[in-house]
C-alpha cells in the first residue's frame, strides 16, 4: 500500500498509531475497545477502564508505557439528569497521573479546573498489585490495611478551579490531601483566605 494516501473519511472502534518497530505511541478508541494500561511490554489490568463507557485517547512514551490520556463521557439518569465527564492527565514515569485537567457535571452543579498530584516513587506495578488484593478480599479492615502505603503516598495535592459549590480559586491540600490553603471567591462573590489545620478547622481567615 502506498504511503502517501490521503483518506477523506474513516471510521473506526479503535485507531492505535506505532512506530515502525509496533512500539505503541497512541491509541485512539470507543467505550468499547478502551486501550490498555500497557507498562513494560505487559498489559498490567486486562479489562480496566472497561464497561464504563468512556471514549478518548491514550498516550504512550518512548518506551511504549502509557504515559497520559485524555478520556470524556456523558449519560442521562432515568430522572433525565445529564452528566459528563472529561479529562486530560500526563504521568509520572511508570506511575499514574501528576497533573490533570477535568470537568465533571451532574445536573445543574459542574466542577471543572487543573489538578496537581503526589504519586509514589515506586513502579505502578506495585499499585495495581495491590488494587487487584483490595477488590478480592470482602473485609473492610484488610481493604483499608492494604490501600492505606498508596495512599499514604498518593493524594491530590492542588485544584486551581471552579467547585461544584459554585466557588472558585485555589485550593492547597497536604499530603494527606485535606485543604491547607484555600483562596477563593464563594458562589456570591465574597473572597476568601483561609488557612486550615490537618482536621479541617479554619485557624487563620482573612475576608
Known amino acids: 500500500m502506498a504511503s502517501n494516501v490521503i483518506y477523506k473519511h474513516l471510521r473506526t472502534e479503535r485507531l492505535d498509531i506505532t512506530e515502525a ?31 464504563q463507557d ?3 485517547m491514550i498516550f504512550y512514551n518512548s518506551q511504549g508505557d502509557e504515559c497520559g ?3 470524556l463521557t456523558s449519560s442521562r439518569t432515568a430522572e433525565g439528569e445529564y452528566r459528563a465527564g472529561m479529562s486530560m492527565t500526563f504521568d509520572q514515569y511508570k506511575q499514574d497521573q501528576v497533573i490533570q485537567m477535568i470537568m465533571q457535571q451532574q445536573g445543574e452543579q459542574c466542577m471543572y479546573g487543573f489538578r ?21 478480599t470482602d473485609d473492610a479492615e484488610e481493604k483499608e490495611r492494604i490501600m492505606a502505603p ?14 461544584h459549590d459554585g466557588s472558585v480559586g485555589i485550593y492547597v491540600n497536604g499530603k494527606d490531601g485535606k485543604v491547607r ?20 478547622n479554619v485557624v487563620k481567615t482573612l475576608v
Open 21 to 51: 518497530d509496533g512500539t505503541l505511541k497512541l491509541s485512539l478508541f470507543n467505550g468499547e475497545n478502551v486501550a490498555p494500561l500497557m507498562m513494560d511490554g505487559e498489559d498490567l489490568f486486562p479489562g480496566h477502564r472497561q464497561g
Open 116 to 136: 496537581i498530584y503526589d504519586r509514589p516513587d515506586t513502579h505502578i506495578k506495585e499499585t495495581v498489585a495491590a488494587v487487584k488484593a483490595m477488590r478480592a
Open 69 to 71: 490520556g485524555m478520556s
Open 54 to 56: 468512556i471514549a478518548g
Open 181 to 200: 490553603i484555600r483562596v477563593c471567591l464563594d458562589a456570591d462573590d465574597i473572597p476568601h483566605l483561609e488557612l486550615l489545620d490537618g482536621d479541617g
Open 150 to 163: 498508596i495512599r499514604a503516598q498518593s493524594s491530590l495535592r492542588m485544584m486551581i478551579g471552579r467547585q
